[in-house]
């Protein structure tokens, strides 16, 4: 098993260990009384990720690796880190809402209104060309921020719906 295989299979592992903590944290933030917004467009979100990650190991498993754009990459997973201790058992991968409960404003969330939105840019874009696999970079870039286009617009009806309308930098 080579560098660019060991890599992508811990990030596949990841990306599953955080479906199944999004799981947990969604039904416990339901069962208190939490609302989700946007569930028509998560199937979109999860095919996007999923083909991203397939294209990665159909064209990257046996790329050599680009130590620069590996090391910026794992900065982002610091910062994935910091996001999903800032939001504790409110991370998810779901747009959920728990009226009565401020909005998170402590770690990442003091500089900017979608850290994780923004973390997920940089992964799509960087782990691709740690591959040497630019125009898959660029494909799912564009895609990807097509998709948070959608999601932020649906988050923030959601947010203002109860008051709380979010606004800053995604």
Known sequence: MNVASIILALVTLQRLGE??????????????GAVEAGASHYPLIV???????????????DQDV????????LVLQGLRLWILIALGSRWTT????????PLVTSGPYRFCSHPNYAVVIGEIALLPLALHLPLTALIFTVLNLAVLALR???ERRALAALGRPRTGTP
């Open 19 to 32: 479906l199944m903590l999004s799981r947990y944290n969604t039904r416990r933030l339901l069962a208190c």
């Open 47 to 61: 095919s996007l990720h999923t083909a991203w990650l397939i294209a990665l190991w159909v064209w990257g498993r």
């Open 66 to 73: 680009n130590p620069a754009a590996l090391a910026a990459y």
């Open 94 to 101: 779901r747009i959920i809402v728990l009226p009565g409960r």
């Open 152 to 154: 932020i617009r649906v």
